[in-house]
């Protein structure tokens, strides 16, 4: 929850190649203050059934910039291998992108939702609402 001196952040990932949301992609947020600070990690989560992750850590006094690490190989190679149980494999890694980071600025008293539309090969990303 973002306060008058501080900002707030949320995401949610839809796999686009599915069409569904992406559960159990673990992020992890980062935070600096200033273009020259120096990135803290404050902790992270994991997506839902839903593809939200609603417990990333509170921003602290001072943030200017936030980064969240996706980690999107783990949840691509555990749905290859679902799909593919029973077939032979098909390719070497579950994804391209193993990972997804994205950097955005920030402003006090402000919410930021950074949705993720993702899948094997590509992604995309916005400040929702």
Same mark, same amino acid.
């Given at each position: 929850?973002?306060?008058?001196?501080?900002?707030?952040?949320?995401?949610?990932?839809l796999?686009?190649?599915?069409?569904? /949301? +992406?559960?159990?992609? *673990?992020? #992890?947020? #980062?935070?600096? +203050?200033?273009?020259?600070? $120096?990135?803290?990690?404050l902790?992270?989560? *994991?997506?839902? +059934?839903?593809?939200?992750? =609603?417990?990333?850590?509170?921003?602290? $006094?001072g943030?200017t910039?936030?980064?969240?690490?996706? $980690?999107?190989?783990t949840?691509f190679? =555990? =749905? !290859?291998? $679902?799909? !593919? !149980?029973?077939?032979?494999?098909?390719?070497?890694?579950? *994804?391209?992108?193993?990972?997804?980071?994205?950097?955005?600025?920030?402003? /006090?008293?402000?919410?930021?939702?950074?949705?993720?539309?993702?899948? /094997?090969?590509?992604?995309?990303?916005?400040?929702? #609402?």
């Open positions: 929850m973002s306060t008058e001196t501080t900002a707030s952040v949320s995401t949610h990932i796999d686009t190649s599915i069409g569904r /949301p +992406a559960e159990g992609v *673990a992020i #992890s947020l #980062s935070v600096r +203050a200033g273009l020259d600070g $120096e990135w803290a990690a902790g992270g989560s *994991a997506t839902d +059934a839903d593809g939200r992750c =609603k417990d990333l850590p509170a921003l602290p $006094e943030t910039h936030v980064r969240l690490d996706f $980690e999107t190989e949840y190679e =555990k =749905k !290859q291998a $679902e799909a !593919q !149980q029973d077939a032979p494999r098909v390719r070497d890694s579950g *994804a391209f992108f193993p990972e997804v980071t994205i950097t955005f600025a920030v402003n /006090p008293g402000e919410h930021y939702h950074v949705p993720l539309l993702l899948n /094997p090969f590509g992604y995309s990303v916005y400040r929702g #609402s």
